[in-house]
T-cell receptor
């Protein structure tokens, strides 16, 4: 079945640095990928929709200059958290769907970001 | 806006049946999904309803009533490993964007 790989699974960084998270569709092409954020004991909140070959679409309240999204190929989307602060510490999850196969959205294993 | 409600927590006994409800108020409804999420892990797909009625898949079943904005996930023959958070998610429009409910934390006890 469709598999989405996310890397790294955990990252700890110092305040002010930038962190890049990769999301790959392993056996299918994804023109669209989605980035979610989940705080402890809360549900997934959609941050942005990553579109291959064009600009990402951000949800209301999400700073596009802080959360940079690049979807340069049909199998890879990256999320860069720029100038990270402790309040950015969260669980970041990407998802994608194999439009050809008609499968539901599949999620990566998530990235636990801790900003110290 | 969109509003999706689920109970926060539920407790059930191993071997029993539990029903997790989800109510929603959205525009452009185009399907409802149920996902299971264990702590610290990504959600895994359980079921999908777009038409009214019951979808059965092994120990898991999901029901949808579009006129009532209501769905439930039914788990039979509960096992300890079923202890997890269950997320109701609604798709709107023609794309694949999902809006998630707050999730229901299910605890299965002996």
């Amino acid at each position: 079945g469709a598999v989405v790989s996310q890397h790294p699974s955990r990252v700890i960084c110092k305040s002010g640095t930038s962190v890049k998270i990769e999301c790959r569709s392993l056996d299918f092409q994804a023109t669209t990928m989605f980035w979610y954020r989940q705080f402890p004991k809360q549900s997934l909140m959609l941050m942005a929709t990553s579109n291959e070959g064009s600009k990402a679409t951000y949800e209301q309240g999400v700073e596009k200059d802080k959360f940079l999204i690049n979807h340069a190929s049909l199998t890879l989307s990256t999320l860069t958290v720029t100038s990270a602060h402790p309040e950015d510490s969260s669980f970041y999850i990407c998802s994608a769907r194999d439009a050809v196969g008609g499968s539901p959205l599949h999620f990566g294993n998530g990235t636990r970001l801790t900003v110290t | 806006g969109q509003n999706i409600d689920q109970p926060t927590e539920m407790t059930a006994t191993e071997g029993a049946i539990v029903q997790i409800n989800c109510t929603y108020q959205t525009s452009g409804f185009n399907g409802l999904f149920w996902y299971q999420q264990h702590a610290g892990e990504a959600p895994t797909f359980l079921s999908y309803n777009v038409l009214d009625g019951l979808e059965e898949k092994g120990r898991f079943s999901s029901f949808l009533s579009r006129s009532k904005g209501y769905s439930y996930l039914l788990l039979k023959e509960l096992q300890m490993k079923d202890s997890a958070s269950y997320l109701c998610a609604v798709r709107t429009g023609g794309g694949n964007k999902l809006t998630f409910g707050t999730g229901t934390q299910l605890k299965v006890e002996l």
